[in-house]
């Protein structure tokens, strides 16, 4: 089975950076339709950044919220999804999950009920 692993979180500054990281186990990354989100307390989750599988041709998609601020990546070499944060805000506090899928269709990518594997969430907490 795939298990994702987060790391990289922390408390920053408003203008500073974080890179995140999601380890991929029993998949190769690849394969595999692949995603950020975040979510704040009493609010639902946040579509972030989304890269597909591979055999759908790999496109990237960031939320407009983001866009320009964030990049989704990933190193199949080292079976890993990361996200580079930089000019960060107080509103980018929040919880970031990476997810996976095996096989999503593209109009289901930002729904995070479509996600069948999903990592233990890292704190990412932006002060002013």
């Known amino acids: 089975q795939v298990q994702l692993v987060e790391s990289g979180g922390g408390l920053v500054q408003a203008g500073s950076s974080l890179r995140l990281s999601c380890s991929v186990s029993g998949r190769s990354v690849r394969t595999l339709d692949t995603a950020w989100f975040r979510q704040t307390p009493g609010k639902e989750r946040e579509f972030v950044a989304a890269?597909?599988?591979?055999?759908?041709?790999?496109?990237?998609y960031h939320a407009d919220s983001v866009e320009g601020r964030f990049t989704i990546s990933r190193e199949n070499d080292k079976n890993a999804l990361y996200l580079q944060m930089n000019s960060l805000i107080t509103e980018d506090t929040a919880v970031y999950y990476c997810a996976a899928d095996s096989s999503l269709i593209l109009s289901s990518i930002r729904y995070p009920n479509q996600y069948d594997y999903w990592g233990q969430g890292t704190q990412v907490t932006v002060s002013s």
């Open positions: 890269i597909r599988r591979s055999g759908t041709g790999g496109r990237i």
